[in-house]
């Protein structure tokens, strides 16, 4: 494998996922540093591009969450100084992070989905939003769930479970983004399903399955210790198992994503996954579930980061 001699892990941004990403960023760089890689964290601000410049590094492992991050900003950057990264390109970033793009593509491709319609905030506005509230609740019924077109950890997300409750979600959506994505709302399991690539092809780790309380599965139930429990493996048949694996797969494979991503599902009460989206830049902090994934597949979490930057470093984009 390539030799490493310096990397640096790219963390922070400006998204409001900036903490969750530097936390993600000193866990992958503590990881490197015990399997004894020389590894900086560094933020994607005004001295990056110097930085890179002035003392090239062997690769770069970019885990920036939310915009710039994750919509492939950051890569094509990367792309244009050279420095060859961890993940998926500009392009399949770009299209995993806009959360109906995803969903049109694996949803050619076969797999089941949640009906939404996506609408701007300048619908609502110019056509009357209780006229265009109507017709969504009389395409998609109730109850709904409501999430920014682009954006991760929960930000914005919400359900609505009666008519009234509609107008405000979609404000709590607007605060994170023009456009909002609402699905019809499956009720079910709570299931991730992450993807490594190690060079012979994506495998499917072990599903995760997500147990949050009363508040369900926001961004506090994401990223504090004890207030969500996880299953790893999933408590799924061996066959819903597959099915989930097979859509994870499907997901990377479809959208062209590289070296690692995370899918989420929902299992309905008759055992049916339903696609929901796709992560190309998951998150690595102690309550993430890709790092759970990988442990629990006998993947030593350190020693994979190293592996991704090897491969990385060896194909130079």
Known sequence: MYELDRVVVLAGGLSAEREVSLRSGQRVRDALAKAGIDAVVADADAELLTHLRADPPSAVFPVIHGASGEDGAIREVLGLVGTPYVGSVASACQMAFDKPTAKALVGAAGVVTPQSVTLPRETFHDLGA??????????????????????????????????????????????????ALIERFISGMEVTVGVIDLGRGPLALPPVEIVPGDAGYDYAARYTAGKTEFYVPARLSGEIAAQAAHIAIAAHTVLGLRDLSRTDLIVDETGTPYFLEVNASPGMTETSTLPMALEASGHTFGTTCVSLLQLAAARRT
């Open 130 to 179: 209780s006229a265009v509230i109507d017709l969504i609740i009389a395409k998609l019924g109730l109850p709904l769930y409501i999430k920014p077109s682009r954006g991760g950890s929960a930000l914005g997300a919400s359900p609505v479970h009666t008519a009234a409750e509609l107008p405000a979600a979609l404000l709590g959506c607007f605060a994170y983004g023009d456009i």
